[in-house]
């Protein structure tokens, strides 16, 4: 893989199975996040932390609660949807070499946070933006992220010791990988198909 | 500039200022759409949508609906922070060559959304992700884009005909630019300061 831009994100997948659990060089990591804090943010806020977790404990314990949310997603499946489901895997907490959780502070920058007083949800919004940008550079530099969102944000501010007003947006495994599919997990086994990105275009108004 | 990644993420800026108004090619355009859509998505729902604003009268709706905006955010601020926000220039609709609204759809995919059950913005958190790869591929294309974000979403939904239950996430300005800044705006204006990514960074707690 180069580091352009487009096979990047051509190439980037969710890993879930493909972690190697080798170690990530620390001037790796640092590119990775330092890409990840260069993301626009609303009214320059840039309202991210970045808690690296790499305490085998922790994992273990974050990996124990996302098996209890599986059961509860799975329990509301029938037919040949639950089949499906049983066979896909879900995370790689415990494979990958660490996991990167990536939190909001609404008040960061606060009170008067340029462009955020008519869209509240803006400042989650510029995390979101810091994220891909981990999950970009991540690809480049050859390693594997797998965003994990079976969970309850409350288990993890405990489990990590988060402050209340700090919320979790992202749970993210990363490490080397053997490889990344070509075809996203999902579609490969059939839970869900991609759509063309033509269908996704509308122009000047909604129905036109 | 190169379309190397992390070239792009780091050129990349929040555009209000540097917009030529110049024609953006059918095939390049295509080309950022692509990117934007091949962004991750909880349970491969690719929630998201593109509605392409060329229509000028649209434009200048929304741009006089941006000047209230703009007033309603500065009436809240006093002294040197009400000066300062009076020399920011916060939108470059008209200025640009067309705008792009992305928006989300909370029922594509449902009723499971795979990953989506514990986390109800998950679906949310997909739109930013495909936000971010449309902006640095038109930084990879030497287009500017400017997210702007003094608006209220009713307006946008009633003003583009899109219905209640989609939900507008972002209205980006977009075009070629005659350069992009190397300092953010907000930060030549004295607006605020952007702090080391180091900052950022928690080791396994949020307090270690």
Not at 24 to 46: K, M, N, Y
Not at 88 to 107: A, F, N, Q, W
Not at 153 to 174: G, H, N
């Amino acid at each position: 893989m180069t580091g352009q831009l487009y096979d990047v994100i051509h190439q980037r997948r969710d890993v879930r199975g493909e972690f190697t659990g080798a170690p990530i060089p620390a001037e790796t990591l640092d590119r990775v996040l330092a890409a990840a804090h260069a993301a626009p943010s609303v009214g320059l806020s840039q309202p991210w932390d970045f808690v690296l977790v790499r305490d085998r404990g922790l994992r273990e314990a974050f990996h124990g609660h996302v098996r209890q949310e599986r059961d509860v997603f799975a329990a509301g499946l029938t037919g040949e949807q639950a089949d499906r489901f049983s066979r896909i895997k879900i995370d790689g907490v415990l494979e990958s070499t660490m996991s990167i959780v990536v939190t909001y502070d609404p008040e960061r920058g606060s009170p008067a946070v340029l462009g955020r007083h008519a869209i509240a949800d803006a400042g989650l919004y510029s995390v979101c933006l810091a994220i891909q940008n981990l999950w970009l550079a991540a690809t480049a530099e050859r390693l594997g992220v797998g965003w994990v969102s079976f969970y309850r944000e409350p288990f993890v501010q405990k489990l990590l010791e988060i402050p209340a007003r700090i919320r979790p947006v992202a749970w993210l495994c990363l490490g080397p990988v053997t490889h990344l599919e070509r075809v996203p997990d999902l579609e490969r086994h059939g839970w869900r198909q991609r759509r063309p990105w033509q269908d996704a275009v509308h122009h000047d108004r909604w129905d036109n």
